[in-house]
């Protein structure tokens, strides 16, 4: 009987065919990659990752490394369902009724949607102030001038039997050295 691996005789196994590699390419990836500078769009892609190659093409952003639009994907993925997960549960609220027992599954409308659309932005997504804004603001602060250095540089500390940074042990001579609290 003929060796087995995995239940398959060896025999019957076809043979690998190994191939050295050369000293200078060892850990170099493959060079089959595709990256937005040698795809047309066109390639056998999910229906989304060419919606989103087309959008960053429009834009014109053409060089960008295989993972952008799978990270925008994912992205849009999470905020989608996180939306529309939010928007369930605006809708279960607002057509519950008092009465006892289970409700019927309800339906999102375009509310429902606007309500959590708009609790999202209000937490998650930074809008920043304008510029010019902080420009004013900026020289508005600038007018008043620092105050200037004291000749004793660093900080003030108060006297040393008030600062928590003086010595907080005492050296106890001879015998005593290693007495403990519970041992007197």
Not at 36 to 50: E, H, I, M, Y
Not at 85 to 92: G, K, T
Not at 137 to 159: H, M, S, T
Request: charged share 20%.
């Amino acid at each position: 009987m003929a060796d087995q691996s995995n239940g398959v005789a060896v025999d019957s196994q076809p043979e690998k065919q190994h191939t050295p590699i050369p000293s200078g390419e060892i850990g170099v990836a493959p060079q089959n990659t595709a990256d937005s500078t040698t795809d047309n769009g066109q390639s056998r892609r999910p229906r989304d990752a060419r919606i989103v190659h087309l959008i960053l093409a429009s834009m014109g952003v053409h060089a960008y490394h295989e993972r952008v639009p799978l990270q925008i994907m994912d992205f849009a993925y999470r905020y989608t369902s996180a939306v529309l997960q939010d928007a369930l549960i605006y809708a279960d609220v607002s057509n519950s009724s008092n009465a006892a027992g289970i409700n019927p599954p309800s339906t999102i409308t375009a509310e429902d949607l606007r309500m959590s659309i708009a609790s999202r932005v209000n937490h998650q997504f930074n809008t920043s102030l304008p510029k010019e804004f902080l420009l004013d603001i900026a020289q508005e602060r600038n007018k008043i001038a620092l105050p200037p250095v004291d000749k004793g540089y660093g900080i003030r500390l108060p006297p040393e039997k008030y600062c928590l940074t003086g010595v907080n042990w005492e050296l106890v001579d001879g015998d005593e050295f290693w007495t403990y609290d519970d041992e007197r």
